[in-house]
């Protein structure tokens, strides 16, 4: 596709469900990256997938979460026995060449999760 | 570890005027890169602007400029001539300079900005 694509757009889940969001970045982006936007916070960063190297999860807060990305491309982030504290929207970006200047992220819009 | 702080939540411009958001960062590296995005309520981020630390002259893309201070440390964000669709939250954003660890972002916690007809 043109964009990223993250799906769905909106999910309500209840406490202590497991969810599954997915991101498709921009064909040819060796980059992807995982943020979470809680209201009123910025973007905290969750986890960054390049290429065939080994993912940079230092900023998943939780043994709960954890993210794959299949065949460098497709990459779906997991959130196991979710609580209420996780409800935020999350975003993903991809990137061509994400250690230059000129390597900027370009972001889906978002799944919401609401946690009941 | 770096941080961005953005300590206005909350701004508001009367359309046609010029309006500055605020950004100031911190870091112990000489290499870096900064970055306005602006987020409308679709919920995109958007790239608006960017600087490199090494580069002393202002960045400037049509009605957006900055002004880049690095002694300071502070990266503002200058719209003018202020347009309805410039109703959206701004998110200041550092990285660092060019290798695999410094490939992600770091985010202030943004700014919204309001536009008056």
């Known amino acids: 596709g043109a964009g990223v694509s993250q799906s769905p757009s909106n999910k309500v889940t209840e406490k202590g469900k497991d969810v599954e969001l997915r991101c498709d970045p921009i064909s040819g982006h060796t980059a992807l990256y995982w943020y979470r936007q809680s209201l009123g916070q910025g973007l905290e960063f969750l986890i960054y997938f390049q290429g065939n190297s080994a993912p940079d999860k230092s900023g998943l807060p939780s043994d709960r979460f954890s993210a794959e990305r299949t065949g460098g491309s497709v990459s779906t982030l997991t959130i196991q026995r979710t609580q209420q504290e996780d409800s935020a929207v999350y975003l993903c970006?991809?990137?061509?060449?994400?250690?230059?200047?000129?390597?900027?992220?370009?972001f889906g819009e978002g799944s919401r999760l609401t946690v009941l | 570890a770096q941080t961005v702080t953005q300590s206005q939540p909350e701004m508001s411009v009367q359309e046609a005027e010029t309006v500055t958001l605020s950004c100031t960062y911190d870091?112990?590296?000489?290499?870096?890169?900064l970055f306005w995005y602006k987020q409308p309520p679709s919920r995109q981020m958007i790239l608006v602007i960017r600087?490199?630390?090494?580069?002393?002259q202002n960045a400037t893309e049509n009605r957006f400029s900055v002004n880049f201070q690095k002694a300071a440390k502070s990266f503002s964000l200058k719209i003018s001539d202020s347009q309805l669709g410039d109703a959206a939250m701004y998110f200041c954003?550092?990285?660092?300079?060019?290798?695999?660890?410094?490939?992600?972002?770091?985010f202030g916690k943004g700014i919204t900005l309001s536009v008056r007809p």
């Open positions: 600087q490199e630390a090494y580069k002393q």
């Open positions: 954003a550092y990285k660092g300079g060019p290798t695999r660890a410094n490939s992600k972002l770091t």
């Open positions: 870091t112990s590296e000489s290499d870096y890169y």
């Open positions: 970006a991809s990137s061509l060449n994400p250690t230059s200047i000129t390597g900027e992220l370009f």
